[in-house]
Structure formats: C-alpha cells, structure tokens
C-alpha cells in the first residue's frame, strides 16, 4: 500500500465516482482504478462496492479511508513544514468556519494572512461546529472557527478561545411580535424555529433555555446548515431563528430581519479556534491563528466601546 493508492481510495469515496476521483487527482480513470484493486489486492479484502448507483466504500474501506484521510493530511503538514524550513510562504491552509461567525473577524484575518503571505493556497469553508470538528478529525481541514462541541476530543485537537458574540432570537420585520414593547420565552412557544441540527452547541443552549423555564422545546419546521437559506427563510414567514447580535441581516440599513424584543440577550456563544495536535510547528498554521487572535481582540474592543 502506498500513498497514491490511498488518494486514489479517499478520492473516489469522496466523490462516489473513479471518473471525478481522476478528474480532480489530475490522473486517468483507469489509473486510478488499477490502483485501488491494486490495493484491494495487497489487504486481501473488497475496498469498494461499485453498481449502477455508483460507488461506495464497504466496511473495511470505510475504516481504510479513516486512516487514509488522516495520513493524507500528514503528508500536507510534513510538506508544509519543509516548505517553511526552506524559508518558502508559500503550500496550503484549509479554513472551516461557522456559517454565522461574527461578522469581519474571519475575513479580515484572512486578508492580512494573504498580505503576508500570498503565496499561500488558502480554502475557506462553512459548516456547523460538528462537521468542523469531524473535518478536523479527518484531516479535510486545517483550522476551524467555531463553537467547543460538548464532545471536544481534547487528546486529539487543541482549542483556543477568541471571543464572547451575544445571540438574539430573531424575526421577519413584520412578524407580530415584533409589535410588542416586551416578550418572554413563553410568547415564542406558539411559533416554530429554522435552526440547525442537534447536537449544535446553539441548538442545544436554546433548547436548554426553554427546558430551564419549563416550557415545550423550540420545535423546527426547518434545518440547516447554511445561515444564508436561514435568512430567506424566515423573510416574510412567521418562523423565528437566531442570530449574532453583530449580525448584517438584522443591523444593515435594508435588513429584513430584527431581534425580538426580548429582556436581555438569549445566551453568549463562545467562539474559538480549533486545529489538531501539531507534533512539529507549522508556520502557516500559526501564523493565521495569531491573524485570528488580533481581529477578534479588536473586534471584542469593539463590542467594548461601540464609539
């Protein structure tokens, strides 16, 4: 077994197709498909089930995929440390981040990382803080902004907290409540939610809000993942959500969404940084995190002095 073999494997789950596994490798269909019954032949077990649907991994391949994902992305860190060591800026950074991470801190680190180092390939991608942290664990991804999961796997992955953001419960413009000068938790209990999947760590704070009142769960007509289908979502609907009190779909002058006039802030969200365990430095890595410590400490001197 060797390195390419296992691209090759890791690949063609990924996309359920040795025709896009080539494609994205920059290798022929048939390589690649000599190459994992190549290695289906040195394990002695089928990798892969291929039928009219496509292809999927079997038992063994999903756990030789596991192990793959995670020696694929050694591989990236041991060529970006010799890159660093050669004094080069340059290899690749895979960033994961909350779909509703407060507003500019992300981006403007991102920005200064790029000015210095331009020569870097930098990925961004958004997610929740489950899939970020199962990203981190296979390697998809190098560093990801986002809420502490209850599950943190603290032998495996570091966390560096960067930021205290408020959430408000949110609605349409025109939604009813919006009407009243006061709200409590029991006035929402008629209406249902877009939110994303349990066990998101906000998912379960306001569940845990509404169970400590003694009040029915937050009931949800929708889930996702993506803040942007949030947003069209309860445009013009009755539906209520949440969001970051920083954030543009309520703050904007064109905003179509607004907090509910609730007595104080629902709950703090607690952002924070997350990478795996590094054995040896790698410069890149590093020196986003320091771009991502120094925005989001201006950001929450921000929050400070509004002025």
């Known amino acids: 077994m060797d390195i390419r073999q296992l691209r090759y494997l890791v690949f063609t789950a990924r996309y ?55 020696l694929l992305a050694l591989t990236e860190e041991a060529r970006t440390e010799i890159d660093a060591m050669l004094g080069a800026k340059r290899g690749r950074l895979r960033v994961g981040s909350l779909a509703t991470t407060v507003r500019g801190v992300v981006p403007t680190a991102a920005r200064r990382f790029l000015k210095k180092s331009p020569e870097v390939d930098l990925t961004f991608y958004e997610e929740l803080s489950p899939a970020l942290q199962a990203q981190l664990l296979k ?15 603290d032998d495996e992955l570091e966390y560096r907290a960067l930021l ?3 959430m408000q419960i949110v609605a ?15 006035d929402l209990t008629r209406y249902q939610w877009i939110l994303p999947a349990r066990p998101d760590p906000d ?11 003694q009040l029915p769960l937050p009931k949800a007509v929708c889930e996702t993942t993506s803040s942007r289908f949030q947003v069209s979502m309860l445009a013009g609907s009755p539906w209520l959500s949440y969001l970051t009190t920083s954030s543009a779909y309520t703050s904007d002058d064109n905003a179509q969404l607004a907090p509910l006039p609730l007595p104080t802030p629902a709950w703090t969200r607690s952002v924070g940084v997350a990478y795996r365990k590094q054995r040896v430095s790698r410069p890149i890595v590093d020196g986003f995190l320091r771009e991502l410590e120094i925005a989001a400490a201006e950001f929450s001197a921000s929050l400070d002095d509004p002025s």
């Open 16 to 70: 359920s197709s040795f025709r896009i596994a080539a494609d994205k490798l920059n290798a022929t269909q048939p390589a690649v498909s000599k190459g994992i019954r190549v290695l289906e032949q040195s394990v002695g077990v089928r990798l892969l089930d291929r039928g009219p649907w496509g292809v999927k991994p079997t038992e063994y391949g999903e756990r030789l995929i596991q192990y793959g994902e995670v």
């Open 139 to 153: 390697g998809s991804i190098d560093v990801a902004v986002m809420s502490r999961p209850h599950d943190f796997p």
């Open 164 to 166: 205290n953001s408020p």
């Open 172 to 186: 349409d413009i025109t939604h009813p409540l919006l009407q009243r000068e006061r709200l409590s938790l029991g």
């Open 203 to 213: 998912r379960l704070t306001l569940d845990s809000l509404f169970s400590k009142a």
